[in-house]
C-alpha cells in the first residue's frame, strides 16, 4: 500500500484552462483516501467549460456500481444537481449529507467514510 504523502501526478496545463496540480494520499479513519489535485487556471473558464459539457445523455450507459454524494450544504454543486446525476446513472446509491458543505469538515468526512466503506463493502467479491 502506498504511503500517505503529496504527489504531482503529471502536472501540468490542459486545454480550456484546466491546471493538474498536486494530489494527495491522506490516512483518514485507518483508510488511504485518495485526493485529485486539479485547479482552474481561469475561475471564469471552469465555469464556461461545466456549463458546455452535458453528459447526462451518457449516464444511461455506466454499468459499475456508483456512489453520488451530495452535500446538502454545497453552494457550488447543488444537491438536486446530484440527485439528477444519480437518477440517470442506473442502479445509483444515493448519498445525502444533510448541512454539509462542497469541502467536507471532519465529522463529515467520517461520515462520508463510514457510508463509502459500507457501500464497497457491499458489492461483490471480484475474483482475481
Known amino acids: 500500500m502506498p504511503a500517505p504523502g503529496r504527489f504531482r501526478p503529471g502536472a501540468g496545463r490542459h486545454q480550456d484552462g484546466v491546471e493538474e496540480g498536486a494530489g494527495s494520499l491522506q490516512l483518514l479513519d485507518g483508510a488511504l483516501v485518495l485526493t485529485a489535485g486539479f485547479a482552474m487556471a481561469d475561475p471564469v473558464v ?12 451518457d449516464l444511461e450507459n455506466l454499468s459499475v456500481p456508483t456512489l453520488v454524494v451530495a452535500p446538502t ?6 444537491p438536486e444537481s446530484s ?30 467514510l463510514r457510508h463509502v466503506r459500507a457501500f464497497l463493502g457491499a458489492l461483490p467479491a471480484v475474483s482475481a
Open 46 to 57: 471552469h465555469f464556461d467549460l461545466v456549463s458546455r459539457v452535458d453528459v447526462r445523455a
Open 73 to 78: 450544504g454545497d453552494r457550488l454543486v447543488h
Open 83 to 112: 440527485r439528477r446525476l444519480a437518477a440517470g446513472i442506473p442502479g445509483a446509491r444515493l448519498l445525502e449529507l444533510p448541512g454539509a458543505a462542497h469541502v467536507l469538515n471532519d465529522a463529515d468526512r467520517a461520515t462520508w
